[in-house]
């Protein structure tokens, strides 16, 4: 069952909220960095919501900023190194300016021993607050102003859903809508089971509320955000979930990260072949092509049941665009187990991957692991992996020429203002000539030109 925040602390936290804005007054800045994965960036529009609603503006200039705040990534090891190096990089403007407020907040924070390094060493961040004491920003924001202490409110992990933190989205086209919080799988290199707590959904009627709002604002794009979104259980399953969404009016296009495959259902696989406005676009981790390495990785499945799965959402929907997760090097993993991972790539066909080379993180049960491989033999794998991946996208992409896609645009072209750029249904990027402004509407598109990443082609 879902057990939500008291009513009574959201009305409180609003209290704080219009004390810290009568308090800062007018012209106060924000700059707001949201480093790691979709569901940061989700929790980000309820900071950057929060913040807006107590009076500050955003600026994306350091030198313009009165509040900075880092929402943090804990995933990898390196994401921990560039944050701490960057915070350190704050410390000279805060002694220009000792009204500055910083905060560091999101997974990184909830990793044993943060409170402490931050308590210690990093005296001049003014707040430090866990994935858990989101909502709590403006009573923090108040205590750091009326105390002028570092405020740390990093909470054990109790497993609540908050509702009714405002949100700010960041885009008029597309939206994050986070279904359920937390993991329960513990596969094991990761920390998210750790710095995010066990698994807990939202109320479907809660959810279903906030895709109308935002069918109602004029987006037409919806991503449903878990971190395992398809053990989602508010009340329906995640299949009857992504079918009522796909019912409301004005939502075009919905997608959904992360799917574990242990937990994807036949009745998912239905819902998206049947439903013309669930996109025919999967992401579906897999992580190795080595039973041996899955199993040490506690993932639960086998590749022969990952295949099964891949085979019948191929058979249900012929076109449908496919991505994953891959980890290189995990400890233990060696040639041969590479090998396999590779074979698994080619018999996929994904249209592309995300791979990354194994961090080991502290508290885990990997981290204590024996490797098999040295860090060079690893980068070599890594690379090799990212050539054949490479010349698998072309492939794919090259088969679309001639083909007409529906394109949700998303605006100018970075690099060509004449251009306009946007996501077929599978996901892709496409770039076509316009010198009209079309964001936020879906376009017809025949393709005449692909690289590995994008596609390009022609307006019709
Ligand atoms: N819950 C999601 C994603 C979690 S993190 C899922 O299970 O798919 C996103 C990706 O980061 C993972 O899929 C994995 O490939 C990668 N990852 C997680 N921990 C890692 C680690 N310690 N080292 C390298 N990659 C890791
Ligand atoms: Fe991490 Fe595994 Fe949970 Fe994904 S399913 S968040 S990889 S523990």
């Not at 279903?208 to 878990?226: Q, T």
């Not at 939502?251 to 259902?265: A, G, L, N, Q």
């Not at 025919?280 to 049941?305: A, D, F």
Request: charge should be neutral; charged fraction near 30%; glycine fraction near 8%.
């Amino acid at each position: 069952m879902t057990v939500k925040t008291d009513e009574k602390e959201i009305l409180r936290q609003k209290g704080f909220a219009e004390k810290v804005k009568n308090i800062i007054g007018e012209g106060k800045k924000y700059l707001l960095i949201t480093l790691g994965c979709q569901q940061n960036e989700s929790d980000s529009e309820k900071l950057h919501g929060m913040l807006s609603e107590m009076g500050y503006t955003e600026t994306e200039l350091i030198d313009e900023a009165d509040l900075i705040l880092y929402n943090t990534c804990a995933v990898r090891e390196n994401a921990e190194k560039k944050l701490f190096g960057r915070i350190g990089a704050l410390k000279p403007y805060k002694e220009k300016n000792p009204d500055l407020i910083i905060g560091v907040c999101g997974c990184m924070t909830q990793q044993k021993g943060m409170d402490e390094r931050f308590r210690r060493y990093y005296k001049y961040v003014d707040m430090v607050f866990g994935t858990y004491s989101l909502y709590a920003l403006p009573e923090i924001l108040y205590k750091v102003i009326e105390d002028r202490a570092q405020i740390r409110d990093i909470r054990d992990i109790d497993g609540e859903v908050t509702e009714g933190i405002p949100i700010k989205r960041q885009s008029n086209v597309k939206a994050y809508l986070s279904v359920m919080y937390g993991c329960n799988n513990f596969c094991s290199y990761c920390v998210v089971p750790y710095v995010r707590g066990r698994e807990r959904s939202r109320e479907y009627k809660d959810v279903l509320d906030e895709a109308k709002s935002i069918a109602s604002s004029g987006i037409k794009e919806i991503m449903l955000l878990g971190q395992n979104v398809n053990s989602y259980n508010g009340g329906l399953s995640f299949a009857e979930l992504v079918a009522k969404v796909s019912e409301i009016d004005g939502i075009e296009r919905i997608r959904f990260m992360s799917s574990h495959p242990k937990d994807i259902s036949s009745e998912l696989i239905d819902v998206m072949a049947e439903r013309k406005n669930v996109c025919n676009q999967l992401h579906l981790p897999v992580q190795s092509g080595s039973n041996r390495i899955l199993k040490i990785m506690n993932r639960r499945y086998t590749v022969e049941k990952y295949m099964g799965i891949i085979d019948e959402v191929k058979r249900k929907i012929p076109d449908v665009t496919l991505t994953t997760d891959i980890i290189v090097g995990f400890p233990g993993e060696t040639n041969e187990d590479f090998y396999k991972t590779m074979e698994l790539l080619k018999a996929v066909r994904y249209d592309s991957i995300f791979s990354f080379i194994y961090s080991k993180r502290k508290g885990t049960p990997a981290a204590v692991m024996e490797d098999c491989l040295t860090e060079e033999e690893k980068h070599i794998n890594f690379d090799k992996m990212l050539k054949l991946q490479n010349d698998i996208s072309l492939e794919k992409n090259k088969a679309m020429i001639g083909s007409v896609q529906s394109v949700l645009v998303e605006g100018e072209s970075k690099t060509d203002k004449l251009r306009q750029c946007g996501r077929s249904e599978g996901g892709k990027l496409v770039h076509f000539a316009s010198d009209k402004d079309l964001t936020g509407e879906i376009v017809k598109v025949k393709i005449t030109d692909v690289n590995t990443w994008t596609l390009s082609g022609d307006m019709i």
